[in-house]
C-alpha cells in the first residue's frame, strides 16, 4: 500500500497553496523573555551548529517534558495525593526549565537558518499542548493536590481550555500576543520555581492549613485557575472586540471546546464507579490527548487560511461512547463496558488518532512545502 494513502490530506487544495506563503506573526512583551530567557537562548544558540534543524531542537525540549512527566508516574500512579521525592522535584524544575530554555531556541534557530515554515509552528505548537496538560499534572502532583472533581476541574481548565482559547484568538486575530505578565514565560517560571523551592522544604509543605480553612494546595490551585480564567475572557474579548456586532462568527468555534469539557464533567459527576476519584490522571489524559487534537485541526486552519471543521468522527466517536456508557450505568445500576477498560482503550485510541493527525499533516506539509521534519535542506546551487 502506497505510504500516502495511509495518511489524510486535512488541507485543501487551496489551503495548500496559502499555506506556502504562511508568515508566523507573534509579539513577546514578557519581562521574563526580554531579560533572562530571550538573551540566554541567544548565547546558548552560539554554540548550536546551524546544521541542527529547529524541529530537532523542539523535540528535544519536548523529551526534557516527558523524563519527570514518566517519573512521577512510576512514583505515584492514578493518586495526586503521593508525595513525590525531594530529588524528583528538583529534577522536573530543572527539565522543565530546560524545556523552555530550548522551546525558545528553537524559533531563534529557524530565523538563524532561514528555515522557518508553518510545519514547524504546527510542530512547537503540537508538542507545547501536549506538554501543557502534563505538566499540570506533574504540578498537582508536587502539591499533592488529590484526585477528584476539584484537581479535574484545575488541571483542565488551566492547561488545556486556556491553551483552546489562545488557539481560537490566534486564528480569528492572525496575532498571537504575549503580554508582559503571560502563562507562558512567566507562568512557567513560577512553576519551575515552585518545584525547586519545593526540593528544600518537602511537598508537605503544601498540605499544610493557611488560610480559611484551606490548605496552601488549594490556594495555590485556585490562584492559578483564577490567572487562567482573566486570560481566557482576555482572549474572549479581544475577539469579540473586532467582530462588534457579529460575535456568533467567532463564538460559534467555541462549541467543540465546550462540547469536550460537558463530556468531561458528565462523566465525573455521574460515574457509577465513581472513576474520576480514582483515576483522576487517566480522565485527563484521555480528554487532553483529545483537546491536542482540536487545538492541531484549529492551528492548521489558520496557518492555511481554511475554515476551521471543529467537529471531528475522531473525538465524537469516542467522548460520545463514554458518557453514553456512563449514563447506562447511571440510570441501570451497570455500565456495558467496565469504565476502567474503556476510559483505558479510549486513551490508546485518542493517542493513535492523534499520532495519526500528525503523520498525516507531516506527509502533506512535507510535500507541499518542500522540506524535511529533522534536516535543513541545502540551498541548490544555481
Known amino acids: 500500500m502506497p505510504r500516502r494513502a495511509l495518511f489524510k490530506n486535512y488541507i485543501t487544495p487551496e ?19 526580554k531579560y533572562v530567557m530571550g538573551p540566554l537562548a541567544n548565547l546558548h544558540l552560539k554554540y548550536f551548529p546551524a546544521s541542527i534543524a529547529p524541529n530537532t531542537i523542539t523535540l528535544i525540549a519536548f523529551i526534557f517534558n516527558l523524563i519527570p512527566h514518566f517519573l512521577i508516574i512510576f512514583y505515584t500512579g492514578e493518586n495526586l495525593s503521593t508525595k513525590i521525592p525531594r530529588w524528583l522535584a528538583f529534577l522536573t524544575g530543572i527539565f522543565q526549565f530546560l524545556y523552555m530554555h530550548f522551546d525558545n531556541m528553537d524559533g531563534k534557530q529557524a530565523r538563524r537558518t532561514n528555515s522557518s515554515s508553518s510545519l514547524g509552528m504546527l510542530y512547537d505548537h503540537g508538542l507545547d499542548s501536549v506538554s501543557g496538560w502534563m505538566m499540570a499534572l506533574n504540578l498537582g502532583n508536587l502539591l499533592m493536590i488529590g484526585n477528584g472533581l476539584f484537581s479535574y476541574f484545575v488541571l483542565v481548565l488551566v492547561p488545556v481550555q486556556g491553551f483552546y ?58 490562584t492559578v485557575v483564577a490567572s487562567c480564567a482573566s486570560g481566557i475572557l482576555a482572549n474572549v474579548y ?34 457509577p464507579s465513581n472513576i474520576i476519584e480514582r483515576r483522576t490522571r487517566s480522565m485527563i489524559t484521555c480528554f487532553g490527548l483529545g483537546f491536542c487534537k482540536v487545538i492541531g485541526h484549529i492551528q492548521l486552519a489558520h496557518c492555511a487560511g481554511d475554515e476551521f471543521y ?39 485510541f485518542n493517542l493513535c488518532c492523534y499520532l495519526h493527525y500528525i503523520l498525516s499533516i ?21
Open 15 to 33: 489551503g495548500e497553496e496559502r499555506i506556502k506563503t504562511y508568515k508566523y506573526n507573534s509579539q513577546s512583551d514578557s519581562i521574563v523573555y
Open 165 to 222: 482559547f489562545t488557539m481560537w484568538e490566534e486564528y480569528h486575530l492572525d496575532f498571537l500576543n504575549f503580554g508582559a505578565i503571560n502563562p507562558v514565560d512567566e507562568g512557567l517560571t513560577v512553576m519551575n520555581l515552585v518545584f525547586l523551592f519545593t526540593g528544600f522544604v518537602g511537598p508537605e509543605f503544601w498540605v499544610q492549613d493557611a488560610l480559611f480553612g484551606l490548605k496552601r494546595n488549594h490556594i495555590f490551585a485556585l
Open 238 to 271: 479581544r475577539v469579540i472586540k473586532k467582530y462588534k456586532g457579529t460575535p456568533s462568527q467567532s463564538l460559534d468555534k467555541l462549541k467543540v471546546s465546550f462540547f469536550l469539557v460537558a463530556c468531561m464533567l458528565t462523566i465525573a459527576c455521574f460515574s
Open 310 to 348: 471543529q467537529w471531528r468522527r475522531s473525538f465524537i466517536v469516542s467522548s460520545t461512547i463514554l458518557v453514553l456508557n456512563t449514563m447506562i450505568g447511571f440510570w441501570f445500576g451497570n455500565c456495558i463496558i467496565n469504565e476502567d477498560l474503556l476510559l483505558s482503550l479510549t486513551i490508546v
Open 362 to 382: 507531516t506527509q502533506q506539509l512535507t510535500r507541499v512545502l518542500g522540506v524535511k521534519v529533522f534536516s535543513i535542506q541545502k540551498p541548490k546551487a544555481t
